[in-house]
């Protein structure tokens, strides 16, 4: 499995990349447009993201504008008709504008509340069949 993390906090991207790398190779952005840069060159390279963890807040280009960006790469690659990545937002954001914004208008595959719960973190990856 191959998982892209994208956080601007250091200490969170530590955590996740922790507990994300039991599940396979794990890959780091500590900003949006640096998330989104490293989610499209894997992705014309034909080595998609099978999962992305992205935070709302990021410096250069929020969360929400990378999402729409892998939504639009996905969209526009053979017509739309290839997989989506399952992208999981993560944020101490617990507005619900944010949540609708992620899931109604993004795309997003769920929602995990910052501080991350490890076990709360592996029970919404296994609703997604994304297992050890």
């Not at 963890?53 to 929020?62: E, F, G, S, V």
């Not at 639009?72 to 290839?82: D, I, M, N, P, T």
């Amino acid at each position: 499995m191959k998982i892209l993390v994208v956080e601007d906090d250091a200490t969170s991207r530590g955590v996740l990349q922790s507990i994300l790398s039991e599940f396979g190779q794990c890959d780091l952005a500590a900003d949006g447009e640096e998330g989104l840069a490293v989610f499209k060159r894997a992705f014309t390279e034909g080595e998609p993201y099978d999962l992305v963890c992205l935070d709302i807040l990021l410096p250069r280009m929020d969360g929400q504008e990378v999402l729409r960006g892998i939504r639009r790469l996905e969209s526009e690659a053979e017509g739309g008709k290839g997989a989506e990545v399952k992208v999981v937002m993560i944020t101490a954001l617990s507005d619900p504008k944010n949540v609708v914004e992620a899931f109604y208008r993004g795309g997003a595959t769920a929602y995990v509340p910052k501080p991350i719960d490890r076990d709360h973190l592996f029970q919404v990856l296994g609703k997604l069949g994304v297992g050890a």
